[in-house]
């Protein structure tokens, strides 16, 4: 029962540089939410969707990009990698309001 | 504006002693009501949600929350504390009009022996 993976756990980017964030869900879920989280700050709201090919901002969106071609995945893209970047970024996946599935993160340093 | 405040950033309690963790909300109708718990370098798990129906809720880990709608404020409590229950505690609220779930900016607790 694998529930919301996302990969890699960790990465090393340098300023400039792009990547994209993975996040996969095999429970159906038609929600799914991107955010990070930095020490003392919760977790803030990047980006969600709530069906295959409808996304949203939320409240730190500036710097990233999000597509929902599936059901089941939904990618994060950073574009021009910035040190603000330097996060710990967590996907989340839920039936329309209810119980939110995470997870474990991923730890993405840019220098 | 929307926004889910955690007033205390940081609360110290002896193991055995009762506790209290605060959470207030600001939106203009009600919405789903969670609250999880964080232990270091994991993800983030339920302890309890209210969606309707009875304020008090029960939650896992012997955790119960209640719903004051005059107040907007969804505290978490447990009535004695295990030094396991060290962890960050984050209040989240669903905003229903918006689909969107937003976070307050968390609670961690430190137990002392």
């Known amino acids: 029962n694998a529930g919301v993976t996302q990969t890699p756990k960790f990465r090393i980017l340098k300023i400039g540089q792009s990547m994209t964030l993975q996040c996969t869900q095999d429970m159906n879920h038609n929600y799914m939410y991107w955010y990070r989280q930095d020490p003392g700050m919760g977790l803030k709201l990047i980006y969600y969707s709530v069906g295959a090919g409808i996304t949203d901002k939320g409240e730190v969106p500036n710097g990233y990009n999000v597509s929902r071609s599936t059901t089941e995945d939904f990618p994060l893209r950073l574009e021009l990698a910035a040190p603000s970047q330097t996060s710990v970024y967590f996907c989340?996946?839920?039936?329309?309001?209810?119980?939110?599935?995470f997870g474990q993160g991923t730890r993405l340093t840019v220098v | 504006a929307q926004s889910v405040t955690q007033p205390d950033i940081h609360i110290t309690v002896s193991e055995g002693a009762s506790l209290e963790l605060r959470c207030n909300y600001s939106?203009?109708?009600?919405?789903?009501l969670f609250w999880y718990v964080q232990s270091p370098g994991q993800g983030l798990q339920l302890l309890l949600k209210y969606f309707s129906g009875d304020t008090l809720v029960q939650g896992i880990k012997g955790f119960e929350a209640e719903f004051k709608r005059s107040q907007s404020s969804f505290n978490l409590r447990k009535p004695s504390v295990h030094w396991s229950d060290a962890a960050e505690y984050f209040c989240a609220v669903f905003m229903n009009r918006d689909d969107k779930i937003i976070f307050g900016k968390g609670t961690r607790l430190h137990i002392l022996p």
């Open positions: 939106y203009g109708a009600t919405p789903y």
């Open positions: 989340a996946s839920s039936y329309s309001g209810d119980e939110a599935f």
